[in-house]
């Protein structure tokens, strides 16, 4: 579970590296009428979603997840999840 939630993580980090598809205008009134787009993300590292983020929102499973002493993903040769 842990494993699968650190790739996901990993892979919304990437896709929020990616630039935007078109500039984001500054005037507040050139959305009018529509659904301004979305504020970008900052980077999250996927341990503080699996792990050290538990503790606030589910510390019954936090209690379970702290004891996890290391990160259970490995990587290839370039540096991506394997």
Do not use: C, H, K
Not at 21 to 36: C, I, K, Q, R, V
Not at 62 to 72: D, N
Request: net charge negative; no cysteine; hydrophobic share 40%.
């Amino acid at each position: 579970v842990a494993r699968r939630y650190f790739l996901i993580v990993d892979a919304l980090n990437l896709e929020n590296q990616a630039p935007p598809l078109e500039p984001l205008s500054t005037d507040p009134e050139s959305y009018w009428g529509t659904e301004p787009p979305p504020e970008p993300r900052g980077f999250v590292r996927p341990i503080d979603i699996i792990v050290n983020d538990l503790e606030r929102v589910a510390p019954d499973i936090y209690g379970v997840m702290a004891s996890l002493v290391f990160v259970p993903v490995g990587e290839d040769p370039d540096g991506e999840p394997d």
